[in-house]
């Protein structure tokens, strides 16, 4: 599966933004898709996944009740809504996919569940 992210960008404090990931390749195999972020001198750490059929989410507790994860099955594209913006969500975001996941449910937050990553996206946010 190839990935394409889309939608970064500069906004105040308070903002929002709206990310997109085109998924192309062997898609009907998709078990999850995922966002996650790198901070600068951070690691990269998870934002939030979706179960591509199923629809069930997730969230960090840092992000919750103000990204909303979703997802087109028809594009095959998976979109992170970003609401009350903080300066400490800048990063560049990655979205991620897993097919045919060998991986339990306990470890769909971590970076080892995804076998497919797109180019990431810059998300600054100024205070």
């Known amino acids: 599966v190839q990935l394409q992210a889309s939608g970064g960008g500069l906004v105040q404090a308070g903002g929002s933004l709206s990310l997109s990931c085109a998924a192309s390749g062997r898609t009907f195999r998709t078990h999850r898709m995922g966002w996650f972020r790198q901070a600068p001198g951070k690691e990269r750490e998870f934002v939030a996944y979706?179960?591509?059929?199923?629809?069930?989410?997730s969230y960090a507790d840092s992000v919750k009740g103000r990204f909303t994860i979703s997802r087109d099955k028809v594009k095959n594209t998976v979109y992170l809504q970003m609401n009350s913006l903080k300066p400490e969500d800048t990063g560049v975001y990655f979205c991620?996919?897993?097919?045919?996941?060998?991986?339990?449910?306990?470890?769909?937050?971590?970076?080892?569940?995804?076998?497919?990553w797109g180019q990431g996206t810059q998300v600054t946010v100024s205070s």
């Open positions: 979706i179960i591509w059929n199923g629809g069930s989410t």
């Open positions: 991620a996919a897993d097919v045919d996941t060998r991986y339990i449910s306990l470890y769909y937050t971590q970076e080892r569940a995804y076998d497919s």
